[in-house]
């Protein structure tokens, strides 16, 4: 086999076919290294920036800031294809139990074996591989995933079950096969390797393109796994415990029909972001796509929906998709131009339900403008969100925007990573916090010679892991996110990085896991080389697997938006609307803030400042003289901490 025609650099190259933009390259680095390992996103349209050049990273350390994370080996890779999908799960946690489990490939996926392993205080230490699917199954396998099955919500790890699924299938992608086994108690198959392939009611052949997500329904009887499936639609299986059957299915409302066809043949341009389950025991699939009733207003951008089922998955409800305006006025609100920013084409996304009927989507935000400079542009990874009925945008973090390129398999052929800044969302288990994780540059200025020019200090520009944290609190506007917490801080490449998806409820003693390249001894490598290119250049180079825990509690505790907090504002619709002389608007605070009040022309562009200065609580009427402007559409922004709102009116002559 030929692993450099591996499903992960099909999907990528499919991708880069959709942006004909080529990735930038970031600034030259003073130190000497073979290539710079970070591109930015490419533009949809294919325009370079300004400068030529992306963002520089807006994080710096020094050797003074003291030492980082301390990672501890656990277990070990052949290359790092077994954690290059970024919606593969290998990493799960049941709080009620306390348990870990880790899951991985054997030889790179060549030999049909499958191993887990689990830890009961938090990866600290951990019991021996066992292995999944014993009898083996068809070579070469991708992308393993685990989950761990605790419907009653037991606190003893015998009543545990654990799903496990992987893909096996061709280089070529051509037909992929999804096998599926639920491991009762530690070690025991509840059922024998079973595959999806077959023809469903509609007459599809489920060959299985890419990702899938599991989850095991309310009352404990259903094994649930949605995924990508080739053609561009998304499918589903659902194996019964009980009677041991398995049901595959393209439901209607997630098929191809309902996506921009992606043209190039044997591509999937639909994602499955993620799957989740609200309290009552609704089901929700995240889907990131491109959909026809947007490509007028958006272009190609993709946008992000969801599909619901109150029936264990037998009948889905129309995907709801993001409406335009909400965009647009968080666009308004953050200075850019609507027109100009779109969400990052599939590097990094993920979903999470927050409660019943509520969900979050956590996505990267580009502003692609060629009259501002890219320090300029809006580069943000926000959340897209989903509460008693209503969309929003809210912003997590400023972010840098660039991603890594690396080659997994060969150091001729650099790429850009799947996994992009690896977003992924946990949440606690009573519900009440959520906890982000992803990934950012940071330049790092040491007292060493990294490099071997005999000059210190060097600077090298490397990867930290950062996390951001927020409470669910019901019936209140102030949501806003934590500042940014770097929990790893180290000048080492981080990649291929991974958070469970249920976290404790203190948020304390979270596991992390990442990869790192094994550094063969009997090379002369420089400190730099080490730190970042062999990280980078992962071809036929053993994987580390590592485990670190971290604390997000002074994030998670503070007081809500302690950093950013809002005024808890509510902006009125303007008055009247069409206005010709002035219009009127109110603006409502619950507490104290600093506020700003602005208006802006439909290209994002400042047309006057109303107000920015402290308000006290209560209810402001602001009045807008629109006799000096020319007539047209304005949208009113207010601003407060991370909070910000958009009305829009009209001016008429």
Known sequence: MNPASLPEKVFALMLLMLLPAAALHAQARRTKSAAVPFTSQPDPAGRPSPTGVPRPPLYVRHSADGVGTQYRIFDSLPNALSHASFAQEPLAYDAATNRLMSIKLGNAGLSGEVFFRYSDDRGYSWSEPDQAFPAGIPQPLWNPSITILNPGNSHDVLALDYGITVLSGPADGATRVLYQQIIQGNSVPLSPPDSSTGADAGGHTLSWWGDVKSLGSADGTLFITAGEIEGNNIGMTSFDRTTRTLTTSIPQQWDASHYVDPVVTNIQATLLAGFGMDRT?????????????????????????????????????????????????????????????????????????????????????????????????????????????????????????????????????????????????????????????????????????????????????????????????????????????????????????????????????????????????????????????????????????????????????????????????????????????????????????????????????????????????????????????????????????????????????
Not at 566 to 591: E, K
Request: contains cysteine; hydrophobic residues 40%.
């Open 281 to 653: 025991g609704s089901i929700y699939a995240g889907i990131y796509s491109r959909f026809p009733e947007r490509e007028i207003m958006r272009r190609a951008h993709p946008y992000p929906a969801v599909s619901m089922s109150t029936d264990n998955g037998r009948r889905w409800r129309e995907l709801n998709l993001l409406p335009v305006s909400p965009l647009q006025q968080y666009a308004l609100s953050q200075g850019a131009n609507p027109d100009s920013v779109h969400f990052s084409y599939g590097w990094a996304n993920d979903f999470i339900v927050t409660g019943n009927g509520n969900f979050s989507f956590f996505l990267d935000l580009f502003e692609s403008n060629n009259d501002k400079t890219p320090e300029a542009e809006l580069r943000q990874l926000v959340e897209v969100y989903k509460v008693n009925g209503i969309w929003g945008i809210r912003k997590v973090a400023d972010i840098s925007g660039r991603l890594i390129s690396y080659d997994p398999m060969e150091p001729a052929e650099p790429r850009i990573s799947l996994l992009g800044s690896e977003v992924q969302a946990a949440r606690t288990p009573d519900g009440t916090g959520l906890l982000v994780k992803w990934i950012d540059l940071v330049t790092y200025i040491l007292d060493e010679d990294l490099n071997r020019d005999g000059v210190t200090p060097d600077t090298v520009i490397s990867t930290d892991v950062f996390v951001a944290a927020r409470r669910i609190v019901p019936d209140t506007s102030d949501h806003t996110w934590s500042r940014a917490l770097n929990i790893t801080g180290t000048p080492v490449l981080d990649r291929f990085t991974r958070i469970p998806e249920t976290i404790p409820d203190d948020y304390m003693n979270i596991p992390l896991m990442t990869l790192q390249t094994k550094i063969d001894p009997k090379l002369d490598l420089t400190r730099e080389d080490e730190l970042i290119n062999a990280q980078v250049n992962v071809a036929g180079r053993m994987q580390y697997m590592m485990m670190s825990n971290f604390d997000a509690g002074s994030i998670a505790a503070a007081e809500p938006g302690a950093a950013t907090r809002g005024a808890g504002m509510m902006l009125s619709p303007a008055f009247p609307n069409p206005a010709s002389t002035a219009a009127t608007i109110r603006l409502t605070l619950s507490r104290r803030a600093d506020v700003r009040l602005h208006l802006r022309n439909t290209l994002g562009e400042l047309v006057c400042s109303l107000a920015d200065g402290t308000m006290e609580a209560g209810d402001h009427e602001i009045r807008v003289a629109t006799g000096d402007l020319p007539a047209g559409s304005y949208y009113l922004t207010s601003s407060s901490g991370n909070e910000t709102m958009a009305r829009m009116f009209v001016v008429v002559r």
